[in-house]
Nanobody
Framework: QVQLVETGGGSVQAGDSLTLSCTIS????????LGWFRQTPGKEREFVSG????????YVASSVKDRFTASRDNAKNTMFLHMNGVKPEDTAVYFC?????????????????WGQGTQVTVSA
């Protein structure tokens, strides 16, 4: 059984920084990649940032480029999303996902496992 648990969400003000964590548990689980996605009511879940688990290569959506980035701690089976200079439009539920298939991290349909999400609310 693979489980992903996100933590670190909350209410912040525009311009603040916030770090989300995603801890993965499950026997002998070795993902190809992990991704951060976000979702607001009535919209599809969109890719934010992701990381290739083995080599640490990171990818980020253009909408958050230069503000957000993913990192990982392999020893703790944890991925992070470092959010700097947050804006009200960053308000969303943030999910982490894990995939074992090789391919573009932004492809939501390729993720087999998801966490329950953590709410981030940014006030102006």
């Amino acid at each position: 059984q693979v489980q992903l648990v996100e933590t670190g969400g909350g209410s912040v003000q525009a311009g603040d920084s916030l770090t989300l964590s995603c801890t993965i548990s499950g026997r002998s689980f070795n993902p190809y990649g992990l991704g951060w996605f976000r979702q607001t009511p009535g919209k599809e879940r969109e890719f934010v940032s992701g990381i290739i688990w083995d080599d640490g290569a990171t990818y980020v959506a253009s909408s958050v480029k230069d503000r957000f980035t993913a990192s990982r701690d392999n020893a703790k089976n944890t991925m992070f999303l470092h959010m700097n200079g947050v804006k009200p439009e960053d308000t969303a539920v943030y999910f982490c996902g894990a995939r074992q298939s090789i391919g573009a991290l932004r492809m939501r349909s390729q993720y087999a496992y998801w966490g329950q999400g953590t709410q981030v609310t940014v006030s102006a």
